[in-house]
């Protein structure tokens, strides 16, 4: 069964600083790999998304995640934080991309210091 | 575009009612699916569907049914509710499976049940 670890409930970041979320996968064949944000009582926004090919990706707002296979992570990365990334963040993986297969992790909080 | 449009935002139940929660999507996207979120799991997937007609269980579906009589909408039926049942649900429709879809979540349906 596929599986995601977010290993960090909480992170606290100054704002203009850099920030790293870590997600860490279980996946049989070459999965699906999504980072969603949820801002305060908001639904989720999909920020990126890997398929295949190049393994690092671009998404929304500033923000890129890496994928490596090696270490089964796909680590979200932006360089300089704003007050309004402040949200909850949730790596999925999906064998196939739909609506009916995502697995959540638990998400990692993300709180913007001034 | 209205995407996937939820209803209703909030909703405070007795234990032992019944209720629907209803789900809409105007994409004409094929998969649709309910998602629970609790404090500290992320999102579990409830029950989806992959067509009209078509419906199957997800990670938690006991409690819960579904029915997906046309495209557009997928409600989620509670038919005793219980506490256990007190969550934030979301729903999400994609296209297809695969490379290069997409899912998209409404907005939330806040459910308490007392």
């Known amino acids: 069964a596929q599986s995601v670890t977010q290993p960090d409930i909480h992170i606290t970041v100054s704002e203009g600083a850099s920030l790293e979320l870590r997600c860490n996968y279980s996946?049989?064949?070459?999965?699906?790999l999504f980072w969603y944000v949820q801002s305060p009582g908001q639904g989720l926004q999909l920020l990126l998304k890997?398929?295949?090919?190049?393994?690092l990706v671009q998404g929304i707002k500033g923000f890129e995640a890496e994928f490596k296979r090696s270490q089964s992570s796909f680590n979200l990365r932006k360089p300089s934080v704003h007050w309004s990334d402040a949200a909850e963040y949730f790596c999925?993986?999906?064998?196939?991309?739909?609506?009916?297969?995502?697995?959540f992790g638990k998400g990692t909080h993300l709180i913007i210091q001034p | 575009n209205a995407g996937v449009t939820q209803t209703p935002k909030f909703q405070v139940l007795k234990t032992g009612q019944s209720m629907t929660l209803q789900c809409a999507q105007d994409?004409?996207?094929?998969?649709m699916s309910w998602y629970r979120q609790d404090p500290g799991m992320g999102l579990r997937l409830i029950h989806y569907?992959?067509?009209?007609?078509?419906?199957d269980q997800g990670e938690v579906p006991n409690g819960y049914n579904v029915s997906r009589s046309t495209t557009e909408d997928f409600p989620l039926r509670l038919l005793s509710a219980a506490p256990s049942q007190t969550s934030v649900y979301f729903c999400?429709?994609?296209?297809?499976?695969?490379?290069?879809?997409?899912?998209?979540f409404g907005q939330g349906t806040r459910l308490t049940v007392v």
């Open positions: 999400a429709s994609s296209r297809d499976r695969g490379m290069n879809t997409e899912a998209f």
């Open positions: 996946y049989g064949a070459t999965p699906y």
């Open positions: 890997y398929f295949s090919g190049d393994t």
């Open positions: 999925a993986v999906d064998s196939g991309g739909g609506a009916d297969g995502l697995t």
């Open positions: 994409m004409n996207h094929e998969y």
């Open positions: 569907s992959v067509g009209a007609g078509i419906t």
